[in-house]
């Protein structure tokens, strides 16, 4: 009779357990965790926050500051702010996002900056690598068959501000198929002149530098270049 009793009680109390622990998990889950918003990809400098930037988390309470943005709708058409990058995975925090910009464009230039369109099939660059806010390096080569070819570095830490596809819509970096056919760089206004010159009488190269993420940068040209010889 024991036997029988036991055999019908212990499946019965491990049932009562379970059905305890797993209520307790729960309330401790919905009161401990809260839903959250991170980075779904790399977002630069004034980016507009769209639904496509934002990926969904749950995450314990304790583990989140009063700086950060929980609400969704509170994320969404805000720009990031100047010299900011979020990466993927990143919190929205306050004091990195800001509100509706009325000229976006000029936003992105430093004081005796203006933006330099250069059309990828004018210049030798892998346009698919590069992003907004990143930092690249301007070559030019020159010579011929008949000279002497030289190369050098003409100006350096040209701010990308733009990638835009062949009906001038700017690329997102959510939009990997989008192939970028102009790309706006940043360049101090007295250096355009330069580059006019380097466009006409040799070929430009686009290359990515080691500093490529840094900040509070701006386009420098190097006037002891061995090929500013060819722009005076």
Request: glycine content about 6%.
């Amino acid at each position: 009779m024991v036997k029988k009793i036991l055999m019908v009680a212990f499946p019965l109390i491990m049932i009562g357990f379970c059905l305890y622990f797993s209520l307790s998990a729960y309330l401790t889950y919905r009161e401990d965790y809260v839903e959250v918003y991170v980075a779904s990809h790399n977002l630069s400098q004034r980016n507009r926050i769209s639904d496509q930037d934002l990926e969904k988390r749950k995450l314990p309470k304790q583990y989140l500051s009063k700086d950060i943005f929980l609400d969704k709708e509170e994320i969404l058409g805000k720009y990031v702010k100047l010299s900011c990058l979020i990466p993927k995975g990143a919190f929205f925090y306050k004091g990195f996002l800001q509100e509706d910009i009325k000229d976006l464009a000029h936003t992105l230039l430093r004081q005796g900056e203006v933006n330099y369109d250069i059309y990828v099939s004018e210049v030798k660059v892998n346009a698919g690598s590069l992003d907004v806010g990143m930092y690249v390096d301007l070559y030019l080569s020159v010579g011929s068959s008949h000279e002497k070819p030289e190369s050098d570095l003409l100006i350096e830490n040209c701010r990308i501000t733009g990638l835009f596809d062949g009906q001038g819509k700017m690329i997102q970096s959510y939009d990997p198929d989008s192939k970028a056919v102009i790309i706006s760089l940043a360049l101090m206004k007295e250096d355009v002149s330069y580059l006019n010159k380097a466009l006409m009488v040799g070929n430009i190269s686009v290359i990515v530098n080691s500093t490529t993420y840094a900040v509070n940068s701006s386009s420098h040209l190097i006037t002891d270049s061995e090929v500013f010889k060819y722009l005076q």
